[in-house]
């Protein structure tokens, strides 16, 4: 039995429990949602699954993935940028989301440089340059020399906003103007290429590793940096022009004034995770690259850097969405 002494200490320990605040428990105290912007199944959604399921062992609280689609990511985004700043909801945010939705749309419901805190990025999906195996280009030097020695010769099919800001840097870059030819989906466009309506195309890599492992068509170069592991053979643009990347990467942000020592536990957790073999394993054979990020701050710079980049790229080739 306690003393009278231990008796107070016992009822002033409950006493302090009762007082204590919810939101001074350890976090996290509950689940924490991680909203994709895509509909289930794409790259994005299996990154977001595996990172989640992996996140929510090390954290001791489940990971909910909650798929809100549309708009380019903008449907996502303004649900986080919304969210209270409590370290329980927070995005898979994409680079267009991030350093380009700015600088395409003439009006934005939310401000990436204002709305979100950053906290890692986790991987990079490069996209492809593609042509089919009937088509007489096989390289990247292919391409620019048909184009310079006969500007408009050849036609690529783009499908995204990313694709054209893509095709913008690498003719800015090779000097040369390939003509954009654009498409409702990828799915239209390879298929389109497929059949020879166009000589080649700018596609993601989950969509053209497949068809180039069954030999249906060429890729020609990757966009990211450095090669994939998955495909080590494939040449990346960059080792033509020297500093071109144009890979499609994925990050994850927290709504703005999530407080510091939240943000740099889930930054320390994630890392951790994308440091691990198996979730490594899985995701670069599905072509995610995992890259995580030595700080917050390193990351913030990363998209500040990429921001400029892709509004010049943007402004040059004249793409706006209303």
Known sequence: MPTGLGRIAVAALALLALLTPAGAQPYPARPITLIVPFAPGGPADVLGR??????????GQQIV????????????AQAVARAKPDGYTLLLAIDGTLVMNPFLYTKLAYDPF???EPITLVAAVPS??????????????????????????????VSTPTSQVAIGLLNMRAGIKLTMVPYRGGTTQITSMLAGDIPIGHESVNVALPL??????????LTGQPRLE??????????????????IWQSVV?????????????HAAINKVLAMPDVRDRL???????SGSQSPDEFAAFVRSQAETRSQVIKAVGIKIE
């Not at 042509?131 to 500007?151: F, R």
């Not at 180039?212 to 170069?221: G, M, S």
């Not at 927290?254 to 889930?266: E, F, H, M, Y």
């Open 50 to 59: 595996v990172i989640g399921q992996k996140l929510g062992e090390e954290l």
């Open 65 to 76: 993935i909650d798929n809100r689609s549309g708009a380019n990511t903008i449907v996502g």
């Open 114 to 116: 204002k709305d979100f």
């Open 128 to 157: 492809a340059i593609t042509a089919a195996i009937t088509t007489p280009v096989s390289t990247l030097k292919d391409i620019v020399d048909i184009e310079k020695a006969k500007p408009g010769t050849l036609q690529i099919g």
């Open 212 to 221: 180039y492992r069954d030999k249906k068509i060429k890729i020609i170069a």
């Open 230 to 247: 998955l495909a080590p053979e494939i040449p990346t643009i960059a080792e033509t022009f020297p500093g071109f990347d144009m890979g």
């Open 254 to 266: 927290a709504p703005a004034g999530t407080p510091k020592d939240i943000v740099v536990k889930l």
């Open 284 to 290: 670069i054979n599905v072509g995610i690259q995992p």
